[in-house]
């Protein structure tokens, strides 16, 4: 098969998703649309190993904030996603879906294939009633009191019956109908211009690999019933015009202007299809954090930066209002920031040694790097790439021994801040190996912990590094390591030759 037939089947639907049937109907007979996304992306991977199609020359970066067709993106799926990270050369790439990890698990396959380090993380919008009523606003500059919030480096699912899962498909739910009265709304302003053309909401679900649509989908599912009833552009645009009044016709050139644009005109706040979110769509900063701890995640503030709004003028005191809701960690949208502001955030982070996570979003259908000017240039790159490494760090602390960033009370596990910038991060440099990983889990939380604590404790500064294949280690050869606040002590010297030796053997 020739890498563009396997390149476009990284965005085949895959069976139980809403549009496998349609598409299995429409393409029946095509060699390219039988084969599975994870399948199409290992040939692609194997033809780059072996030089038939180009691969990157060097891996540089990081990226832990994209969104994949989970939520709304350019990316048709996980995989789709991942390849293009690849290809850039990036070193750590993240996903970060709106109010769904349901792509987390095809996305580690993607990265494990293609050999990518992969953060995995969430987003969310809580609301401060207090800010709202007082007029501050946080990282949504049209909504006071609307914040973003990301769970950064999810370990596992919300616990069944948990009132995390509950908040969330409440939010999930009023959501939808939200879309539902977008929809209705639209189909009255349609109605008086062609009563033939009318939207679903089935139309808008399958946009959707599972259901979980957001108002792009409907500009989208929009979009496409316009051009699909009016094929010729001119009439197009003659009555989009009748429709949302005059415009730019550059503004039909692409996709992502074009459904923009009707985003823009019909049903943002003030414009005709608009629909306010129930206060069943929002839960306060408190249960969202309360949320994404039972996840086992960072909690984490995304600072706007630009445009600069009230709760960020003041980066001290941004960075104490967050602390004291228990967000010790922040990310950063490099590119929609200018430089001065980017580098102020970062400055403020480094003096309080809070982890820096940077991405791009990839929440439109615009085509754009993965890599921003801002996150590939020498200036910024070694914060973010300690940041990805803390990131990283967490999820195999938190998967394997039992201790994340962050602890169950929503304090810092290790309170002593620049060390645990130094332990997490070594941590994050471990190559994740299938039998690195078995041999950590076989260890168990406690043990696990005192064999990764010791080895940071002989060798703290050590670039990316591996456990041998070969390595084997007992329980009760580490027992002679103690570990608090994530610092290892030996309680003799034969403890600590012990490790080094074994270290000597099986690390590299």
């Known amino acids: 098969m020739k890498a563009v037939e396997l390149v476009r ?45 180009p691969g990157p020359d060097r891996r540089r970066g990081t990226n832990t904030h994209i969104h994949t067709n989970e939520s709304f993106s350019i990316f048709r799926s996980p995989c789709d996603a991942a390849w293009q990270g690849f290809n850039e050369g990036l070193e750590v ?20 294939i293609l050999g990518l380090r992969a953060t995995f993380s969430m987003e969310a919008i809580a609301l401060d009633e207090r800010y709202r009523e007082q007029g501050i606003r946080c990282n949504d500059p049209g909504n006071p009191g609307r914040t973003y919030l990301s769970a950064k480096g999810v370990v596992h699912d ?61 500009c989208q599912a929009l ?4 051009e699909q009833a009016i094929p010729s552009s001119s009439q197009r645009a003659d009555y ?26 019909l049903i ?7 629909v306010e979110e129930s206060p069943r769509a929002f839960v306060s900063w408190e249960r969202m954090i309360a949320m994404y701890r039972k996840y086992g995640a960072i909690p984490s503030y995304p600072v706007l930066g630009n445009p600069v709004v009230e709760l960020e003028e003041d980066l001290d005191r941004l960075f104490s209002e967050i602390e004291r809701s228990g967000l010790y960690a922040i990310e950063v949208i490099p590119h929609r920031n200018e430089h001065d502001r980017l580098a102020a955030i970062l400055e403020a982070a480094e003096k309080r040694h809070c982890p820096v996570f940077n991405g791009t979003e990839h929440n439109t259908k615009t085509p754009m790097p993965l890599l921003d000017k801002w996150s590939a240039g020498d200036e910024f790159i070694g914060q973010f790439n300690r940041g990805a490494d803390v990131l990283i760090g967490h999820q195999v602390l938190g998967r394997y021994a039992g201790m994340g960033y962050i602890n169950a009370s929503g304090g810092l596990s290790v309170p002593d801040r620049r060390y645990a910038l130094s332990f997490f991060g070594f941590v994050g440099r471990l190559e994740q190996k299938p039998e690195t990983l078995a041999m950590l889990e076989g260890l168990g ?37 103690e570990v608090e606040e994530g610092k290892a002590s030996f309680a003799s010297p034969a403890a600590a030759q012990f490790l080094e030796n074994w270290a000597s053997e099986n690390t590299r």
Request: charged share 30%.
């Open 268 to 274: 943002k706040a003030g414009r005709p299809a608009y």
């Open 240 to 265: 989009i015009r009748k429709l949302v009044g005059d415009f730019d016709e550059v503004e039909l050139k692409t996709s992502a202007s074009y459904q923009n644009m009707l985003r823009g005109r």
């Open 223 to 226: 979009a496409e019933l316009i």
């Open 158 to 218: 919300l616990p069944q019956n948990s009132q995390g899962r509950r908040d969330l498909q409440m939010m999930r739910e009023a959501l939808a109908e939200r879309n539902k009265g977008m929809i209705e709304k639209l189909n009255e302003i349609l109605g008086r211009l062609e009563p033939k053309l009318r939207l679903t909401f089935d139309g808008v679900m399958v946009l959707t690999p599972r259901g979980n649509a957001t108002e792009r989908h409907v």
């Open 445 to 481: 939380g406690a043990a696990a912990l005192r064999l990764l604590a010791g080895l940071h404790r002989i060798a703290p500064s050590a670039a990316a590094w591996t456990i041998r294949g070969r390595a084997r280690i007992g329980s009760d050869q580490l027992s002679g390591i």
């Open 9 to 53: 089947a990284l965005g085949n639907p895959r069976k139980g998703e809403f549009t496998y049937d349609a598409f299995i109907a429409s393409h029946r007979g095509k060699a390219w649309a039988s084969i599975d996304r994870l399948e199409a992306l290992a040939e692609l991977k194997r033809l780059a190993d072996a030089g038939k199609i």
């Open 93 to 112: 790439l993240g996903i970060n879906d709106h109010y769904t990890i349901d792509g987390h698990r095809e996305f580690a396959d993607a990265c494990r």
